[in-house]
Structures are given as structure tokens and as C-alpha cells.
Nanobody, 121 residues
Framework: QVQLVESGGGLVQAGGSLRLSCAASGRIFSMNTVGWYRQVPGKQRELVAAITSGGSVRYADFVNDRFTISRDNAKNTVYLQMNILKPEDTAVYYC???????????????WGQGTQVTVSS
């Protein structure tokens, strides 16, 4: 059983910063690409940033150099440092990870429960 737990969300004023964490636990043999997504009510979930096991990263256009994704493979944890936050960044942020539990298993996608980020103007 694999679990992803996000943390670090909260209420912040525009221009402020938050650091989100996504910790994977359970039976993990290998963790491939991990992505941060966000969703607001009535809209589709959208990719914010992703990082591969080798450290290659990609960001959504709206990030505009404000966010940084990183990972600590020893801790099976991925971070999203968010700076210069704007009210339109308000959303529930979810972590998604591609994980293989044993060497014989295929990779499966897992989602965390989400963490609320609210940016006030």
C-alpha cells in the first residue's frame, strides 16, 4: 500500500510564499515522475509542475518562474516552493506520483488527498 500525504498549504497574502511537501510512504521500490496539480471548483485539475526521477523539471506557463519543484529521493518527498503568490493561485493542490511497489510490479499512479492554498489580495 502506498500513500501520498501533502502538507504546507494555508492562507497567505498576495506576494507571499508557501512550501508544499508531498511525502510518499508504504511499499515503494521506485518513484518515477512526481507532479503537482491544482484544482478550483468547477474547473479541471491542471498540472503545475513535474519532476522526473532524474531531476528534469517542467512547469506550467502560468508559473512564470515563481515556483520551484524539487525532490529528496532518500525521503521519497517532493517539494513545491511557491513564491510571489497571487490570488489566482488559490486552489487545492494535489500531488501525483508514479510508483512501483516491487521490482515485479508495474508503475501505478497515486494521488494525495490535497492541500488547500488560499491567497488573499
Amino acid at each position: 500500500q502506498v500513500q501520498l500525504v501533502e502538507s504546507g498549504g494555508g492562507l497567505v497574502q498576495a506576494g507571499g510564499s508557501l512550501r508544499l511537501s508531498c511525502a510518499a510512504s508504504g511499499r515503494i521500490f521506485s518513484m518515477n515522475t512526481v507532479g503537482w496539480y491544482r484544482q478550483v471548483p468547477g474547473k479541471q485539475r491542471e498540472l503545475v509542475a513535474a519532476i522526473t526521477s532524474g531531476g528534469s523539471v517542467r512547469y506550467a506557463d502560468f508559473v512564470n518562474d515563481r515556483f520551484t519543484i524539487s525532490r529528496d529521493n532518500a525521503k521519497n518527498t517532493v517539494y513545491l516552493q511557491m513564491n510571489i503568490l497571487k490570488p489566482e493561485d488559490t486552489a487545492v493542490y494535489y500531488c501525483n506520483a508514479n510508483i512501483r511497489s516491487t521490482i515485479r510490479d508495474a508503475f501505478d499512479d497515486y494521488w494525495g488527498q490535497g492541500t488547500q492554498v488560499t491567497v488573499s489580495s
